[in-house]
Antibody
Framework: EVQLVESGGGVVQPGGSLRLSCAASGFTFDDYAMHWVRQAPGKGLEWVSLISGDGGSTYYADSVKGRFTISRDNSKNSLYLQMNSLRTEDTALYYC????????????????WGQGTLVTVSS | QSVLTQPPSASGTPGQRVTISCSGSSSNIGSNYVYWYQQLPGTAPKLLIYRNNQRPSGVPDRFSGSKSGTSASLAISGLRSEDEADYYCAAWDDSLSGPWVFGGGTKLTVL
């Protein structure tokens, strides 16, 4: 059974940093690209970032480009999101999601989701 | 403002058929697959429809998807109280601003 467990959320001041983690199990981790998707309180879903199965390719939403960095450690079956220069508008529940393909492709999609970790940016 | 446009709300009575629309453009729905996700209250999104009209195993055949041009629709027949949830469409976008886009979501109320 696929399991994705996010951690690392918390309260941080504007301008601060936070590192999110997603522990994966139940599948061969490096066979699949992975995503981060966020949801602000009471709002809809927003795609944040994507990394290929081998970690060699990444994509970011314009809203986080230059501030967030996605990475993965396939030896630890873990996905990460380093978030710097945080803004109040980054406050959201952050989900990691498993793709169905290893490379980044328009034929991939979000197949399984974790339960999310909450990030609150507030002074 | 979401790239894909969905009605903010929809409703129906048990047993009815309801449809939720998702409107996009040539760079997303017009040239790529559409996906639908169901988010029950307080839970993570769940894949409902993939590649326009395919259902993952375990999803009842009451749910169906279709696409035409730059628009897509999710239909739910035989509406049940447990279908009350938020529904989101998603698609890959060929433009430069990031590959994945979502609709703003539609809250379905079963009256």
């Amino acid at each position: 059974e696929v399991q994705l467990v996010e951690s690392g959320g918390g309260v941080v001041q504007p301008g601060g940093s936070l590192r999110l983690s997603c522990a994966a199990s139940g599948f061969t981790f490096d066979d699949y690209a992975m995503h981060w998707v966020r949801q602000a309180p009471g709002k809809g879903l927003e795609w944040v970032s994507l990394i290929s199965g081998d970690g060699g390719s990444t994509y970011y939403a314009d809203s986080v480009k230059g501030r967030f960095t996605i990475s993965r450690d396939n030896s630890k079956n873990s996905l990460y999101l380093q978030m710097n220069s945080l803004r109040t508008e980054d406050t959201a529940l952050y989900y990691c999601a498993k793709d169905i393909l290893r490379p980044i492709s328009s034929h991939g999609y979000f197949q399984h989701w974790g339960q999310g970790t909450l990030v609150t940016v507030s002074s | 403002q979401s790239v894909l446009t969905q009605p903010p709300s929809a409703s129906g009575t048990p047993g009815q058929r309801v449809t939720i629309s998702c409107s996009g453009s040539s760079s997303n729905i017009g040239s790529n697959y559409v996906y639908w996700y169901q988010q029950l209250p307080g839970t993570a999104p769940k894949l409902l429809i993939y590649r326009n009209n395919q259902r993952p195993s375990g999803v009842p055949d009451r749910f169906s998807g279709s696409k035409s041009g730059t628009s897509a629709s999710l239909a739910i027949s035989g509406l049940r109280s447990e279908d009350e949830a938020d529904y989101y469409c998603a698609a890959w976008d060929d433009s430069l601003s990031g590959p994945w886009v979502f609709g703003g979501g539609t809250k379905l109320t079963v009256l």
